[in-house]
């Protein structure tokens, strides 16, 4: 009787062995992937901030654009704000 018992011991030793080992290479395995996948998201995300770093020169001169056509367009105040003169008392 004790040697079955031993060989049923021996047995479920092994099951649990395996069980482990198939839990070891499945996150082994997923570490792997999950790794590939977050180095092609970092390297999409390098390509799109290059792309907008690419594209940046011309927003920014569109924009320098826009705003000197707007201050072309806005009448000159006959007094200058900054001054201070418009703190003075008479």
Request: without cysteine; proline residues 2%; aromatic residues 2%.
């Amino acid at each position: 009787m004790g040697l079955i018992l031993d060989l049923a011991v021996a047995a479920l030793a092994l099951v649990v062995i395996g069980s482990l080992a198939t839990l070891a290479w499945t996150l082994g395995v997923s570490a792997v992937r999950a790794t590939a996948r977050a180095r092609e998201r970092v390297a999409v995300r390098r390509r799109w901030a290059a792309g907008i770093e690419a594209r940046l020169p011309a927003t920014l001169a569109r924009a320098d654009a826009a705003l000197a056509a707007a201050l072309a367009r806005t009448p000159r105040r006959s007094t200058d704000i900054g001054s201070g003169a418009e703190t003075q008392r008479a």
